[in-house]
């Protein structure tokens, strides 16, 4: 389809003929806080041990991102008060507790959410205590919400792709998460593929929460995991989800955001490469109404040479105080050379009174990549379409549903899970219905 009417846009140049001005081959030099091995996962995730003695912080609170504060202990995070960079577009009075835990006798200890599984042969599910070896290697959290909830979550659910396993788009695991009521709550999840595994896990939440997760995706060397998480909640429930992906050398990952039903979503994805070969793929779809806060915060570590990733989110708001919030950090390395990476943020507001804030941003520290680059666009209807397909007899209603739907199913169809694919398409159908004219 053609562009929106253009409101705000910020797009940087990508740079494909391998150096970038006032850059040498070495690149940049890196700051302390910068260490040329991250603090997501790797070395530091290894220096602590299992149960309730993980290690301390790594990294400065609001430094550059590839300096962000990291740690298990909740102890190691400052309460929370807005003005950080991570939480100034929060509304931190909606988040129900979930942002003051441990503060002034604040607790998670809400009954976990149900998780029931649907999964083919040869995948196995597991409910595991938080002493298990395999919780902790793919990431560590990076606010002080996620951190609560790994202190406070009593079990895990555990999905294990064999190595070599072949799953396909009609074969594929499902954990449906419904929560169990208002009171908060922490729940862990850890996805892992093997090596040379292939197959689809989809995280489906459901039912009402005030929910503080964290999901580990750890997928080994030469695998191709799709996860599709799909926040589909009441219209009271708060959720945030921090989801932590590594990549190992050769592996190939999409990773989904759906996010529809809840009051507030707050969704901070984080991938980090530890081979070269890499290749990441991160999507999202989001539809406010009047009143919810959506919002993504989403970091790409390229901590390795030769590896790709892409960003594509997309997002529709309609009704008074609709908010939908997207901050896409991605980071070079020094020693990442030949990276290629692009991230994308398109927004179309439907009706007056909703809100997009986009904000994509790039470190880079060597200027020996193969292209780097982001876009963000926030509109609304393009008047030019709309008189077209009113030229030829659509009635004004008709034609409108026709552009949201042909914005949104770019991400849609990426998916490539054709009972998934239906499914969003009527949710998208069921919103659009609800669109004030």
């Known amino acids: 389809m053609t562009e929106l009417t253009q409101e705000h846009e910020t797009d940087a140049n990508v740079w494909t003929q391998g150096f970038i001005k006032g850059m040498t081959e070495e690149g940049e030099s890196l700051s302390e806080i910068n260490p040329e091995t991250g603090p997501l996962a790797g070395g530091s995730a290894k220096a602590h041990s299992h149960g309730d003695s993980h290690g301390g912080g790594v990294g400065v609170p609001d430094s550059s991102r590839a300096g962000r504060l990291t740690s298990y202990k909740l102890a190691d995070f400052p309460a929370i008060t807005g003005r950080e960079e991570d939480w100034r577009f929060t509304p931190l009075k909606r988040l129900r507790g979930l942002d003051r835990v441990g503060i002034k006798g604040q607790e998670l200890n809400g009954p976990a959410p149900v998780v029931e599984v649907s999964k083919p042969d040869g ?9 298990d070896a395999r919780i902790g290697s793919a990431g560590i959290p990076e606010d002080r919400v996620a951190a609560a909830a790994w202190e406070n979550f009593a079990e895990a659910t555990v999905v294990t792709l064999p190595a070599e396993f072949a799953g396909t788009a009609e074969n594929l695991t499902t954990l449906t998460i419904t929560g169990q009521g208002n009171t908060p709550a922490a ?50 429930t708060v959720h945030a989800s921090a989801q932590h992906l590594t990549v190992g050398r050769d592996a190939k990952v999409k990773h989904v955001v759906v996010n529809l039903g809840g009051n507030l979503l707050r969704t901070t994805p984080s991938a980090r490469f530890t081979g070269t070969g890499g290749d990441v793929e991160m999507n999202g779809l989001y539809f406010a109404d009047a009143g919810q806060h959506l919002e993504h915060r989403l970091f790409v570590d390229h901590s390795t040479r030769n590896c790709k990733s892409r960003v594509t989110y997309k997002g529709a708001l309609q009704g008074e105080a609709a908010h939908a919030v997207w901050i896409g950090d991605v980071l070079i390395r020094k020693q990442a050379e030949s990276t290629d990476t692009y991230e994308l943020n398109r927004n179309l507001i439907l009706t007056q009174g909703a809100r997009a804030d986009s904000v994509p941003n790039l470190e880079i520290e060597t200027g020996l990549i193969e292209g780097a680059g982001h876009a963000s666009t926030t509109g609304r209807f393009d008047d030019e379409q709309l008189f077209y397909l009113q030229a030829r007899g659509i009635e004004e209603s008709v034609a409108r549903r026709l552009v949201v739907r042909g914005f949104l199913n770019e991400v849609i169809q990426s998916i490539r899970v054709p009972a998934l694919e239906e499914r969003l398409r009527e949710s998208v159908e069921r919103e659009l219905a609800a669109t004030p004219q």
């Not at 995948?123 to 002493?131: A, I, K, Q, W, Y």
């Not at 750890?218 to 599709?228: I, K, M, R, S």
């Open 123 to 131: 995948v196995s599910v597991e409910t595991v205590g938080r002493d």
């Open 187 to 236: 729940s862990h999840i850890v996805v892992h593929a093997k090596k040379f595994a292939t197959g689809v896990v989809v995280l489906d939440h459901r039912g009402s929460a005030v929910l503080s997760e964290n999901v580990e995706i750890l997928v080994e060397d030469g695998a191709n995991l799709t996860v599709v998480s799909i926040q589909d909640w009441n219209d009271d």
